[in-house]
């Protein structure tokens, strides 16, 4: 059977015989959203043309092979606040070659500058909230405090603030997202494509 990720698009080819009526889990190898596919009764005139439609479609045909699907990335700017020089590389690499266009700022009062001149062709803010100057608290109120900056998603991420009122207290600033800095960077991935497209 043949089905699309719900999250990212991705065509995936699933065994017919691990499909069930009630249903399967099934982890897209994109983006490891998981989501639940069921078998549908079919007359034999339907399964045949299903079978035939399968014949002419690759076993993995991904959506980034499109122009389109990097177009699109291309045209998203991410800002990294981030103080730690291996883990801004590694996030800026994984970025840039998803497609998407990546600034950086090694603390909090030049994340805040580069804010101010880059609005609003920024499309979304990953904040660490250890930053040195400024800390990604104070960060994340000034700007939520500024009007062009009002709707910027932010996702927020840390090491150390994992107790459940921190996370409440970032909710409260405005932050759209939380991360930990220990999930894997495919993690990282999945919760950005999430932020910059919901639908």
């Not at 065509?11 to 889990?25: A, E, F, P, Y």
């Not at 990604?136 to 000034?142: D, N, P």
């Not at 107790?163 to 991935?189: C, Q």
């Amino acid at each position: 059977m043949i089905v699309r990720c719900p999250s990212c698009k991705t065509v995936c080819k699933i065994d017919d015989s691990r499909i069930t009526l009630k249903g399967v889990k099934i982890r897209c190898p994109k983006c490891q959203y998981i989501f639940s596919v069921k078998k549908q009764e079919e007359t034999e005139q339907a399964q045949e043309i299903r079978v035939d439609n399968q014949a002419n479609i690759p076993a993995m045909m991904k959506d980034e092979t499109s122009p389109a699907f990097y177009q699109e990335r291309k045209q998203k700017r991410i800002l990294i606040a981030e103080d730690t020089a291996f883990f801004r590389k590694m996030l800026a690499d994984l970025l840039t070659k998803e497609g998407y266009e990546v600034l950086m700022a090694e603390d909090g009062e030049a994340a805040l500058q580069m804010l101010k001149h880059e609005l609003p062709a920024l499309d979304l803010l990953i904040l660490d909230l250890q930053l040195p100057k400024m800390d990604g608290f104070e960060l994340l109120k000034q700007v939520r405090a500024a009007k062009l900056s009002q709707n910027l998603p932010v996702l927020v991420m840390t090491g150390v603030f994992k107790k459940a009122e921190e996370v409440m207290l970032v909710r409260k600033l405005g932050a759209s997202g939380y991360i930990s800095k220990s999930n894997p960077p495919d993690h990282f991935l999945f919760r950005i494509n999430q932020i910059l497209f919901p639908e």
